[in-house]
DNA sequence: GGCAGTTATTTCAAGCATAAACCTTTAAGC
DNA sequence: GCTTAAAGGTTTATGCTTGAAATAACTGCC
């Protein structure tokens, strides 16, 4: 009584694993738009800004450029134009590095650190919301999981 | 001997969401950047021309500007500049909409049809082999309760 | 010391994305 | 008919993002 088996499926889970990802993309950028939006109303300001100010509070004697944009996992240009908007703005400064002429070292002014304190503070709310349909076990469970994507992609 | 209630904790579980936000974001944009890589190199495209295209797909008789964005959750002048380019490439066109002089409606030309046609397939292998340290069961499991955030989020 | 190669960073062109302003067409009241 | 409001789209300004090319400084080798 059970269905015979197909001849031909070399990847069964295939068309689960496809529908997973979309709603991965779904529930992202969901999110992302939330806290985008309140960035902007709230602070004035976007998510890249912030997910920068994030890498430098962690690290407060400061970080090279190619290190925040290693960090952040974004290009290297990418990271020339957000700092230097950060840094027009009393956010961040840039400090030379003593024996090479090549590097700079980024990291948050004193107005900054505050800033940063101020939003993660409300960052952290918001997600809680925005996930809460989730208990804690089950934070924990999508957590592991989630890291077994990242180890495996590392090969 | 049990834990006495501390008075304020209106947010236990806060960093435990906030944690799996973090990875959540991370796996995603690990994700996206294998797939923009690969539609790169093996298509010369990008992911939101994959976006609309596959939306497309999904609707042979063809969508107006606001049905697509509303469908990608994009703004609206974001579709106009992507499906401007997918028409250049002879991928997609766009026409009148009889008694509605405002409106257009953007479809798949046969070109654009068989182009995502091959890239669709290529681009499920791709998530299935990206997604792959997950089985059928924990993917379902994950999808529901993903599901559970978008709903919440929904109101 | 010179110079080949590497490393750190910026610049550039193109595309993506948003929000806000704008234009045109349609629909609704009167 | 005329006015007004809403709907469908595009345009504009600004910012994010990438990949590639350019610039500059450092390192090691002979």
Redesign the interface.
């Known amino acids: 009584m059970t269905s015979p088996e197909p001849e031909m499926t070399p ?11 979309l ?12 806290l985008r939006e309140s960035l902007r109303t709230e602070f004035a300001s976007t998510l890249p800004r912030f997910d920068v100010m994030s890498a430098l509070s962690r690290h407060a004697e400061g970080l090279k450029m190619s290190e925040l944009s290693g960090l952040l ?1 974004v290009s290297n240009g990418n990271v020339t134009g957000i700092v230097e908007r950060l840094v027009d703005d009393g956010i961040a400064l840039r400090e030379a590095v003593p024996g090479d002429r090549r590097a700079s070292r980024v990291r948050l002014t004193r107005k900054g650190a505050e800033e940063f304190a101020r939003q993660a503070s409300e960052h ?2 918001w ?2 919301e ?7 076990d ?3 469970a ?2 592991e ?9 590392a090969q």
């Open positions: 990847e069964p889970d295939s068309k689960g694993r496809l529908r997973l990802w709603k991965l993309l779904k529930v992202t950028r969901s999110v992302e738009a939330d996992k952290e709310h997600v809680n925005l996930l809460g349909a989730l208990e804690a089950e934070a924990n999508m957590i999981q989630l890291d077994r994507i990242i180890r495996e992609e």
